[in-house]
């Protein structure tokens, strides 16, 4: 996997924020290829622990981490750009959940991106992941 740092830095607003923003990344357990997407969109990436990468740009930064089958998502996003990374994680060819909580931690929209049938339900009042 290719680190960059050429990508554009977090916008200080959103430095103190708690993270807003998880996800799954369904059958994928290696978050390199992930990484390596981002690069490619204009992200800045690096490692950030033994098979996990932190991603992002002005106004998202993400860590991806792998767990037994999928990839963990989490971190902060400027609101009004959720539907811009949900588009983005289309584009990659990506199967996933992604939510967004406001500030009292509480799901404001859960998104589920590449499905092609009945995907798996999350009982009502839970997330599909909040870490």
């Not at 103190?16 to 990436?45: M, Q």
């Not at 992002?56 to 037994?68: A, I, N, V």
């Not at 959720?82 to 994680?89: Q, T």
């Amino acid at each position: 996997m290719d680190l960059s740092d050429e990508g554009e830095p977090l916008d200080a607003q959103w430095h103190n924020l708690d993270n807003n923003v998880s996800g799954i990344l369904h059958a994928h357990n290696n978050a390199a290829p992930i990484a390596e997407r981002f690069v490619r969109a204009g992200w800045r990436s690096r490692s950030c622990s033994w098979h996990g990468y932190e991603v992002g740009t002005r106004w998202c930064e993400l860590e991806l981490e792998p767990s037994e089958n999928d990839i963990l998502l989490n971190g902060v996003i400027d609101p009004l750009h959720f539907d811009e990374l949900v588009a983005l994680l289309g584009r990659f060819g990506l199967v996933c959940t992604v939510e967004l909580y406001d500030g009292d931690g509480h799901v404001m929209r859960e998104v589920r991106v590449g499905w092609d049938g009945p995907c798996p339900a999350t009982p009502k009042g839970q997330s599909a992941h909040r870490p």
